[in-house]
């Protein structure tokens, strides 16, 4: 390992999942969900590998990530879905990119990029069915299918797709999602109204795809659970596994008397004489500060704890009079499979009480990425 620390990746891993995913659903096509870098794992071979699994769409937020997928070769259809006022709508027309359409104002600037251009710009509308986030909510739904639907008949946008999101499906159960099921059907059934046929409908989430058999429609979202980490606790889904590693080394370890402060502000104090190993990773790393005195490790072979304060570039380790040093392996989260004992990026967040897709994507970019299978 050349690095201080990298972050692997299995590139298979996140292809079988993403044909795991896909069966799971019943074989409804599967759009991967690479925004944010690929939840952390690197957008391109991300999408790529869920590709190589069997997904047939690909969904980012924001148009310049959309955009990379294409400059990098990609021609797979890809839907972004975050589209403020002033995004490059042009360019993604240009593209092919599907544009998520969550605003009247949005859907005017497309009409008017496509009518510049002098091509069809492929547009998805969404139904704010109660999440209260992005999308159309149902006053304003039936005044943005009609305005769609004349803008596809003077030939400026193809409304390819109609789709929501849910709030609570990671929650299984939760009475918002049978509210949010039906409004969706209702957001539909006023679009065909006036004449829209989309290509796909679509509102489930990792969650719902694998919970949800009445929410697949024509195409299902899978982003965290083709990375191998799965949304809601406790729910085990076999055969699903993590594709990242994050994997670092012990710089340095020695001995320190009883009754010795660690690391700033000294909020973790040596009971006996111990050995300290020192693990050049920290918050600059996305390692979460508030991983002090909690974040799980495995070193030297054991589970252990960060022992004080998680710094910008490095954390202390308490191994006891364990033989630690300098060079041993220090693993942050992993694949138990592969790496027994390892704590996975479920565990992380559930001690520092977030979700596993802010531990991956915040994965700094000081990490360099070490990209196993995919051939
Ligand atoms: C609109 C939308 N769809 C799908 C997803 C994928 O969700 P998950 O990673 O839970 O599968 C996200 C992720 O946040 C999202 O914002």
């Not at 590998?49 to 690909?58: K, P, Y």
């Not at 209260?132 to 797709?161: I, K, M, T």
């Not at 929410?215 to 076999?238: C, K, Q």
Request: aromatic share 6%.
């Amino acid at each position: 390992m050349a690095h201080f620390a990298h972050a692997r990746v299995d590139l298979d891993a996140i292809a079988d999942n993403a044909r795991l995913l896909r069966e799971r659903a019943g074989g409804t096509p599967l759009m991967g969900v690479v925004k944010a870098d690929g939840y952390g794992h690197g957008m391109l071979p991300a999408a790529r590998a869920v590709l190589a699994g069997g997904a047939t769409w690909l969904g980012t937020a924001f148009i310049h990530e959309a955009l990379a997928l294409r400059e990098a070769g990609i021609t797979a259809p890809v839907l972004a879905w975050i589209v403020p006022p002033g995004e490059p709508v042009a360019a993604a027309i240009g593209a092919d990119i599907d544009l998520g359409v969550s605003d009247r104002a949005i859907l005017d600037e497309i009409v008017e990029a496509a009518r510049h251009l002098g091509r069809t710009a492929r547009v998805q509308l969404k139904a704010d069915t109660g999440l209260n986030r992005g999308g159309v909510g149902p006053a304003d739904w039936p005044q943005l299918v009609e305005a769609a639907a004349r803008a596809e008949d003077a030939g400026h946008v193809r409304v390819s797709g109609l789709w929501s999101h849910f709030a609570c499906a990671d929650e299984p159960g939760h009475p918002s999602i049978a509210r949010q099921l039906s409004a969706f059907h209702e957001a539909l059934e006023t679009a065909d109204k006036v004449g829209l046929t989309p290509e796909v409908r679509h509102i489930a989430n990792s969650a719902g795809l694998l919970t949800l058999p009445e929410a697949r429609f024509d195409l299902v979202r899978g982003g965290i659970a083709s990375y191998g980490l799965i949304p809601i606790p406790g729910y085990t889904v076999s055969g699903i596994r993590p594709a990242m590693t994050l994997r670092s080394r012990v710089a340095l370890a020695k001995r320190v008397p009883a009754d010795s402060g660690v690391s700033y502000g000294h909020r973790y104090v040596t009971e006996r004489e111990t050995t300290l190993a020192l693990v050049p990773l920290g918050y600059g790393d996305g390692v979460p500060r508030a991983a002090t005195n909690k974040g799980p490790v495995l070193l030297g072979g054991r589970r252990r704890t960060i022992a004080g304060t998680v710094c910008m570039d490095q954390f202390v380790v308490d191994v006891g009079d364990d033989p630690v040093r300098a060079g041993d392996d220090a693993i942050l989260f992993g694949d138990p499979s592969t790496d027994p004992g390892v704590p996975t990026a479920e565990d992380w967040a559930e001690i520092l009480d977030t979700i596993p897709y802010e531990i991956v994507t915040r994965v700094g970019a000081r990490v360099p990425r070490e990209y196993v299978g995919g051939a």
